[in-house]
């Protein structure tokens, strides 16, 4: 069963998630599909490209897999972990992308919804950054994405508190471009995607590179990376990252000891 489905209609690829019973987890096999869908899209040179759930979801995606974490001395949002892959593809991509959101938004699947260049949502969608439930630091590029698309105060808060925000208020932080209701959601997505096939393609692709090269345009030196990396393998090399991926799959709260 493909956990994912394409559909391809003039110049707009529209790919959705498909897998409700795992509450669209971003696992392995569902980055594939979606991959697919872009590799797809790139080909036939589509104008946009819409990334939803299934209509009336509750969980547009409940973030990354966490039964394929590594469960020790390895960081587990690398460079080839599946998410950072499809963060890439999204940003790459020589066309407008957009998440038309539907439900709740969990932990890495927040950042997949933010590395879209449009996030439409419905009134009862919510956003939360979950990796302190597990015991997991983000990684420099995702907190990047985050901090590119709201308030680094917004993107701490998230973060320390691992509580959602509701649509109303990521309309207001500028997290959502739009709030549609959920009956007219898809209808007002593919007229915005219209929109722009009407526009002139090259130069909408130039300026969407020149604004990911100028969002990421933080100078840190290698020093700072280093000491960065050194901080977050204290976190995946501790007893919290173990007891946060053991609680996960025994279906507990955890026991957090700061050890």
């Known amino acids: 069963m493909s956990l994912t489905k394409i559909d391809q209609d003039g110049a707009l690829t529209t790919i959705t998630l498909c897998n409700q019973a795992k509450r669209n987890i971003l696992s392995s096999d569902m980055i594939g599909g979606i991959m697919a869908g872009l590799n797809q899209a790139r080909d036939s040179k589509s104008r946009t490209v819409i990334l939803r759930a299934e209509p009336g979801c509750e969980v547009w995606s409940a973030g990354h897999d ?12 690398g460079w080839s972990d ?4 499809i963060i890439r593809a999204i940003e790459d991509f020589p066309a407008p992308v957009i998440a038309l959101i539907e439900g709740t938004v969990w932990g890495g699947a927040c950042e997949v919804a933010l590395a879209c260049d449009m996030v439409i949502a419905t009134p009862n969608a919510t956003f939360a950054i979950t990796p302190a439930k597990m015991g997991i630091p983000y ?7 985050m901090m590119n698309a709201m308030s680094i ?19 207001a932080l500028g997290i959502i471009n739009h709030l549609v209701e959920a009956d007219d959601i898809s209808e007002f997505c593919v007229a915005m995607a219209r929109g722009i096939e009407k526009l002139a393609p090259l130069a909408i692709a130039v300026m969407k590179e020149e604004m990911r090269v100028l969002a990421s345009a933080h100078s840190i030196t290698p020093r700072m990376f280093e000491r960065v990396q050194g901080l977050r393998r204290q976190v995946y090399d501790s007893e919290d990252y173990h007891e946060g991926i053991r609680a996960f799959k025994e279906r507990r709260a955890p026991n957090f000891t700061g050890n």
């Open 66 to 77: 966490v039964s394929e974490l590594p469960e020790a001395h390895r960081d587990p949002l």
């Open 82 to 85: 599946p998410l950072r892959v």
């Open 139 to 145: 990684n420099i590029s995702g907190l990047l994405t």
């Open 153 to 171: 105060h917004v993107v701490r808060e998230m973060a320390f508190t691992a509580q959602p925000i509701d649509a109303q208020r990521a309309r």
